[in-house]
């Protein structure tokens, strides 16, 4: 059985350990200590990682009573433990926010937290429960409140007889002790995770991104240095948005609200000239009784579409127009004055392994070969 050190004190990064057990298993070994402060992957949240001595440790996971240490290398006697204490604060303070948010949220509208998860660079919490946009900004400032007024958060393991009348938040039911988190006047839930001492320690809560999800909500989460990053992207990528609009990260909003209307109607007047240009050329192509085949350059399937039909009349057997090049193969579109095209859609599918689909009067899709062999092919059609 591996005493948990964890359990007792968050804080504690290196220790003195015996070794148990230690067992290879494929290339990489198995190790059990008589106690630990390395967090097992458990409740959603990844695991600790660090080194015992100077070897590296991978994954820790735990099993029965004993914590599994995956190491790169064997092990033996005592030795000199160390977690990557960065890497656990973070977490302790993503786990410890979530905790304030899910006691917020239950609190306001009884929503249960029914997934977690807590990774190196992500959070996303569940609820059963969906939240408007208004709702979702105030349980953020509750939340930061809460941060500000810097409440004990206490982990301890209640007797059975208290327990009994504890009211606590839980996903599952559990055997054996429980081990609670409280954090003043916020929430009381069962965990087994470290947690900070302090909600100051926190630094700050923000809600990233949110998305409906099972009929409730899954919201992703930053705090501490997390948010702080994720503030500092996203900063520089509107001090970027604004420069090109020419505009402050105040009202990037509003310019780029015109930009897009201004784009639409850019994007609007490129497509009449666009169809005006095709009927223009197509009245330029001379009329022939045989196949007629075109190739365009930076044609859209619409565009392709459009010049087939612009040709109509031109043509005795089938029109047939390409855009795309060798490497990344070509876009068509075609139709015939007098062949059901559906025939022609079979043929090049096993000639040519064209991907596309159409009607009797036209077929679109790709055709993934070079223009010689296309050109080649569709020549042969009567």
Aim: with cysteine.
């Amino acid at each position: 059985m591996t005493e948990k050190l964890y359990d007792k004190n968050a804080y504690l990064s290196e220790f003195e350990a015996k070794v148990i057990n230690c067992i290879k298993v494929d290339s990489s070994y198995e190790i059990i200590l008589d106690k630990t402060c390395f967090f097992p992957e458990q409740g959603g949240q990844d695991c600790d990682t660090g080194y015992i001595d100077n070897h590296r440790v991978l994954y820790v996971s735990e099993r029965g009573d004993d914590i599994i240490h995956i190491t790169d290398s064997p092990v033996s006697g005592t030795v000199h433990c160390a977690i990557n204490w960065q890497e656990r604060f973070d977490k302790m303070q993503q786990h410890t926010g979530e905790h304030i948010v899910c006691g917020i949220v239950h609190s306001l509208y009884g929503y249960e937290n029914v997934g977690f998860h807590l990774g190196s660079n992500d959070a996303t919490f569940d609820f059963d429960g969906p939240l408007s946009d208004d709702q979702l900004h105030d349980v953020e400032l509750l939340a930061n409140k809460a941060v500000v007024s810097n409440l004990n958060v206490s982990a301890y393991y209640p007797a059975k007889s208290e327990l009994e009348s504890l009211q606590y938040r839980s996903k599952k039911e559990i055997d054996g002790p429980v081990r609670i988190v409280e954090i003043d006047k916020t929430d009381r839930c069962a965990c087994c995770a470290p947690h900070v001492a302090k909600t100051g320690e926190i630094g700050i809560i923000k809600f990233t991104d949110h998305q409906s999800y099972k009929g409730g909500i899954r919201i992703h989460l930053a705090c501490g240095m997390r948010a702080l990053d994720d503030y500092c992207k996203k900063q520089y990528n509107l001090q970027a948005i604004a420069k090109e609009l020419s505009c402050t990260p105040y009202n990037a909003d509003v310019f780029f609200k015109k930009f897009a209307e201004d784009a639409a109607k850019l994007k609007q007047t490129i497509g009449h000239l666009k169809r005006e240009l095709i009927i223009l050329r197509a009245k330029c192509i001379p009329k022939t009784d045989s196949n007629l085949i075109i190739f365009e350059d930076d044609a859209d399937s619409n565009t392709l579409r459009l010049t087939v039909n612009a040709l109509e009349g031109k043509y005795g057997g089938i029109c047939a127009v390409f855009s795309g090049n060798d490497s990344d193969g070509y876009k068509f579109a075609a139709a015939s004055a007098k062949t059901d095209m559906n025939s022609i859609a079979d043929i090049i599918r096993t000639d040519l392994s064209a991907r596309c689909g159409g009607d009797r009067h036209m077929i679109q899709g790709s055709i993934n070969t070079d223009r010689k062999t296309i050109q080649a092919r569709f020549e042969k059609f009567i």
